[in-house]
């Protein structure tokens, strides 16, 4: 369907501190993460390594609804699809810094090898054009 940057949040109080001085401002920061087997995983361990950071990995996820309750909770910053930010801010987020070298990708999953059922077409249309456009 489409794909974007991923960014980082905290609670709002701490998103603008960390914000100055972002990417190293992660370093040995407390973070909420997908777990190792998923490829946004892959992607920002990576890319952690690159920008020579290390965060202190306090909880790992294989749901993100339950990961963004421990980070209301308090518990750590966290990364999520820069498509997500509105969503984000709702919840008390703020947003530390973005980057295009980590990308989140978006799939519909159709048994079919070409997209005929319309509804599924629609809403295919409808993601590239207005969440990703």
Not at 1 to 7: F, N, R, S, T
Not at 18 to 26: K, Y
Not at 56 to 78: I, K, M, P
Not at 101 to 123: T, W
């Amino acid at each position: 369907l489409g794909e974007c940057d991923v960014a980082f949040y905290s609670k709002r109080r701490d998103a603008t501190r960390l914000r100055r001085r972002f990417p190293q401002s992660l370093d040995n920061l407390p973070f909420l993460l997908p777990t190792e087997d998923s490829s946004l995983r892959v992607s920002l361990d990576q890319w952690f390594s690159q920008q020579q950071v290390r965060p202190q990995v306090v909880g790992e996820f294989d749901d993100f609804s339950l990961l963004r309750t421990f980070a209301e909770s308090g518990h750590g910053a966290f990364a999520a699809p820069s498509v997500l930010d509105a969503e984000m801010r709702q919840y008390g987020f703020g947003m530390i810094g973005r980057t295009s070298a980590v990308r989140s990708r978006f799939y519909a999953i159709s048994v079919e090898r070409k997209i005929k059922n319309p509804a599924v077409v629609a809403i295919s249309e409808a993601a590239r054009q207005k969440i990703f456009g």
